[in-house]
């Protein structure tokens, strides 16, 4: 988008500023005005008034050699989101018991449109190799929680995950749609899902999903550890009991173990 | 403010579109349309357009019957904030440990302006009257990381604490400017700061300092616990050695107990 797109008359000033929050992600959690510029398409002058303003509010923070942040006040009002407030708060003792008895990392995962979204991450205490970070997105098919997600979604978010491609990640990354469906009908089957070398290389997972007041599965909840581990099995019932409390906790009715709700 | 004082030509677009986001709080999490206008001043035709234009970019979501609340692309954007990335996870290995080997509820805090802001708070095995909630603000001189914190703040913002009032929270509120700037100091030669019944009636809490990579005290790190128990004293060195463990972990220079740096 060039400077002329960008300022064009027919954006609107809020849409402009929702656009300069748009381009701080995970990956590049700082910028100048100048790089906030070439992302945006928006003028220097326009970029610098709107960056001003948000930083005025405390939606962005200034930190050292001309960077910006984004600042606190943002995260305290993103807090409010229900994801992590009614969810988090729900889920967070049986998370802490998870990682305690198991000493993996323990993650908590949701569905953000065609991507999967950190919400809580808990260290363990045995390493493992893990890209996670809190509020950072990732592909849908490439992960255990993203493929739980996946696998209670509406057919037409599948269909849009696939119509997005299935990049290959690390070495068993499912890239292939009828493999994928495969996969996805199994973990309905069982209730469960086992992956290996699929987001990160060196990397497995046990998830298992989480069913909200709704009867919708809302979350879906792993272990992550090396995948030199030979048998992630052991690991299933631990798993599925958090996920069936963290439910419970949210006033799932009825089954708290979502395995056939799309395989009858 | 009236809706023409809300909709008045020198107040922007931007600035209107915060102001909506801005009346989303913990206390209230949900609004609707009108009550969103009430609460900004702004006309119902304008906040409608802005609220729909929030919607679509995913900083707000709309719930049943007409109500909107935070949204999760918001929260996602919120949690690149310095505060909850990089102090979150660096302290909260050692807040597990910190929950697990005493029992008791965590608090992570820093200063947001004038406020004591819960950036995390850990859940613990042993039930105390615990108010705080991740993202909830609450004022500085009524617990005790708030005054961990204002015991190291630069002294003008003691004075607007002060300016501001201190209103009383429960039995053991500081209310008194003299008894504050006492307690205060107490806690620069002391390093750390116990608090009965300051926030919650029933509530206790033991806290100590986080020094940053700059020096300078960052956060405070807390236990809460039941007032019933007669002595806190016992729980002083495992808080100092948890706030101390994540003062390295951020890279602090030197001294990792600051106890003296205005009581000198």
């Known amino acids: ?45 326009t970029t610098h008034r709107l960056v001003a303003e948000l930083v005025e509010w405390g939606a962005l923070e200034r930190v050292a050699r001309g960077r910006y942040r984004i ?4 995260w305290r009002v993103g807090a409010l989101a229900p994801a992590a407030r009614d969810l988090r708060d729900a889920a967070l003792p049986f998370l802490q018991d998870l990682a305690s008895a198991t000493g993996h990392y323990v993650h908590l995962v949701v569905a953000d449109g065609p991507h999967a979204l950190f919400v809580e991450r808990l260290p363990g205490r045995i390493e493992a190799a893990v890209r996670s970070q809190v509020g950072r997105r990732m592909p849908m098919h490439a992960s255990g929680p ?31 749609p009828a493999e994928l469906a495969g996969a996805l009908a199994d973990i309905r089957t069982t209730g469960y899902c086992l992956s ?69």
Chains 1, 2 share one sequence.
């Open 1 to 45: 988008m060039n400077h002329r797109t960008g300022n064009r008359p027919g954006r609107s000033v809020l849409s402009r500023a929702l656009a300069v929050l748009g381009v701080f992600s995970s990956e590049r959690p700082e910028h100048t005005i100048t790089s906030i510029s070439q992302a945006t398409g928006l003028a220097p002058a």
């Open 71 to 74: 600042g606190i006040r943002l």
């Open 146 to 176: 993203g493929k739980v997600l996946l696998a209670h979604a509406p057919a037409d978010l599948v269909a849009e995950v696939v119509a997005r491609g299935l990049p290959r990640l690390a070495s068993g990354t499912i890239t292939d």
């Open 196 to 264: 290996r070398d699929e987001m990160t290389e060196g990397a497995s997972s046990v998830a298992a999903p989480v069913v909200g007041g709704s009867g919708q599965v809302v979350a879906a909840i792993s272990v992550v550890l090396n995948s030199d581990s030979k048998n992630l099995q052991p690991l299933v019932p631990v798993v599925r009991v958090t996920a069936a409390a963290v439910s419970r906790a949210l006033g799932a009715p009825g089954e708290r173990f979502p395995v056939s709700e799309r395989s009858r």
